[in-house]
């Protein structure tokens, strides 16, 4: 057979296929969705439905409704649901990428004693992002009105696995990028300054929710829900570094196509 007729007799046997997309869209999409929900609930149960969301155990004067309490009602629930479901796909697909990212940096990059936990730490801060986003959908389709016991148990745990994420991430971070860019300088920074104020934060948020539950004082719900709002902004933030941690990354879902010859 000649070099001609083996070159005609080659042929694909599928047709390519590509598509890309970019992190930094990816991560603001994942960031907005929830975000624009939260208003929109916000705005909507505000207007139209202050004496639902602003009834509490003490009946006090109250101006700041929590986000469990905008979240909670009809029709903002389903709303708010929507957008956590959408978005999870999105963050599960991020913690994977950070796992990869993070190992493969521990193993070519920091092969030392001083180092030597360093994988066991980016699994376990793989598995308390898990926890976080399950908890997070847990909160979400168990409202306050539906389960207040069971809502408030994950609630705990949401916070508690939140705030651990932010600071094992930190750890990470630093460990992984001794001689960081500007980018990745930028990003711990933020970082840091948000897991700061969402340490402080859950401190008021603590206070104020006792000085509800306990002393039934006016307008401490409205600080807690004030420091709830501030909480989940510094969360989605820290979440949403990722377009600086992956500034020129792209998901490519692709067919490599496969060369097939035909026998003499």
């Known amino acids: 057979m000649t070099e001609s007729e083996k070159t005609d007799s080659c042929e694909l046997s599928n047709q390519e296929f590509s598509f890309q997309l970019s992190l930094r869209k990816l991560a603001v999409v994942t960031v907005c969705l929830p975000l624009v929900a939260l208003v929109i609930c916000f705005v909507g149960a505000y207007i139209f ?63 030392t004693d001083k180092f030597s936990n360093l994988p066991q730490l980016i699994s376990f801060l793989y598995w308390l992002n898990i926890v976080e986003i399950s908890s997070l959908m847990g909160v979400t389709y168990i409202s306050n009105q539906d389960n207040y016991p069971i809502h408030e148990k994950i609630f705990i745990i949401f916070m508690v696995s939140s705030l651990f994420y932010m600071l094992i991430s930190l750890i990470v971070f630093r460990r992984t990028h001794p001689n960081m860019n500007p980018y990745q300088y930028l990003s711990y920074l933020i970082k840091f300054t948000l897991f700061i104020s969402s340490l402080i934060f859950t401190a008021g948020l603590i206070i104020f929710f006792m000085k509800h539950r306990l002393y039934c004082h006016d307008l401490a719900f409205s600080w807690f829900a004030l420091c709830e709002y501030i909480i989940a902004s510094a969360n989605m933030g820290f979440h949403v570094t990722v377009f600086l941690d992956f500034p020129d990354n792209y998901l490519l879902v692709t067919n490599l196509p496969k060369i097939s010859s035909k026998k003499d």
């Open 49 to 111: 439905q202050q004496s639902e969301i602003h009834e509490t155990h003490c009946r006090v004067y109250n101006v700041i409704p929590s986000i469990s309490a905008v979240t909670g009602i009809s029709p903002e629930r389903y709303i708010w649901r929507l957008s956590i479901a959408l978005h999870v796909g999105p963050r599960i697909l991020i913690a994977s990428l950070y796992y990869r990212y993070y190992m493969s940096l521990s193993r070519y990059n920091f092969i």
